[in-house]
């Protein structure tokens, strides 16, 4: 079995709220609601944002990260129709 390149840590609730308020006071001190992701993740992760279209019919999800972790493609329709879908689903499965 091929070793994974990154392995998640089980954390507790409190821990990842925890986690998600230092997330949020480096990254989007202002707090204003919503939280403006897209822009995060492009302008301060370095991250592309590709759109594809049909990936949710075709693959079955709503988006991914690239292996070499400097893209996440994500379904079109999603992002441009189904905002909250887009924000808070985000790569989990449909």
Do not use: W
């Not at 390149?5 to 709220?17: F, G, I, N, T």
């Not at 887009?86 to 499965?93: A, M, P, S, V, W």
């Amino acid at each position: 079995m091929a070793k994974r390149p990154h392995e998640v840590p089980s954390r507790s609730y409190q821990d990842l709220r925890t986690v998600a308020a230092n997330f949020l006071t480096e990254y989007h001190p202002v707090g204003s609601i919503p939280v403006p992701i897209e822009e995060i993740v492009e302008f301060k992760f370095h991250l592309d944002i590709i759109p594809i279209e049909g990936m949710l019919y075709g693959q079955d999800v709503y988006a991914f990260v690239s292996r070499d972790m400097t893209s996440i493609s994500v379904d079109s329709y999603i992002q441009e129709n189904v905002p909250s879908s887009y924000r808070l689903k985000g790569c989990t499965k449909r």
